[in-house]
């Protein structure tokens, strides 16, 4: 089992930064892929980025390229989300998933079943 718990979600203004921080406990972190997910009211959860186990590969989605990066600390056992020149259409709550490698035949997925905890998502709300 790995528990994980977002943080650092709010309000913002159109053009404005966020970071967001996902902890991790209980099953070595460094073994799992770590992505960060979001879902907008009415919306499908959509994968946003996700990064490797020591963080050499990552992957984007086309609507947050060269705005957020994705980054982690094995050491604290903590995903980070950096946001910025943020735009209203960010807005959503924001979830960090963990997904092991089990046999599968890529290192990390856009499909929300792709992974295999999820923490209780963060809300980010950019204003215009």
């Known amino acids: 089992q790995v528990q994980l718990v977002e943080s650092g979600g709010g309000l913002v203004q159109v053009g404005g930064s966020l970071r967001l921080s996902c902890a991790a406990s209980g099953r070595t972190f460094s073994s799992y892929t770590m992505g960060w997910f979001r879902q907008a009211p009415g919306k499908e959860r959509e994968c946003v980025t996700a990064i490797s186990v020591r963080g050499g590969s990552t992957y984007y989605a086309d609507s947050v390229k060269g705005r957020f990066t994705i980054s982690r600390d094995n050491a604290k056992d903590t995903v980070y989300l950096q946001m910025n020149s943020l735009k209203p259409e960010d807005t959503a709550v924001y979830y960090c998933?963990?997904?092991?490698?089990?046999?599968?035949?890529?290192?990390?997925?856009?499909?929300?079943?792709?992974?295999?905890?999820w923490g209780q998502g963060t809300q980010v709300t950019v204003s215009s």
């Open positions: 998933a963990a997904r092991s490698w089990g046999g599968r035949s890529s290192w990390y997925s856009t499909s929300e079943y792709g992974y295999d905890y």
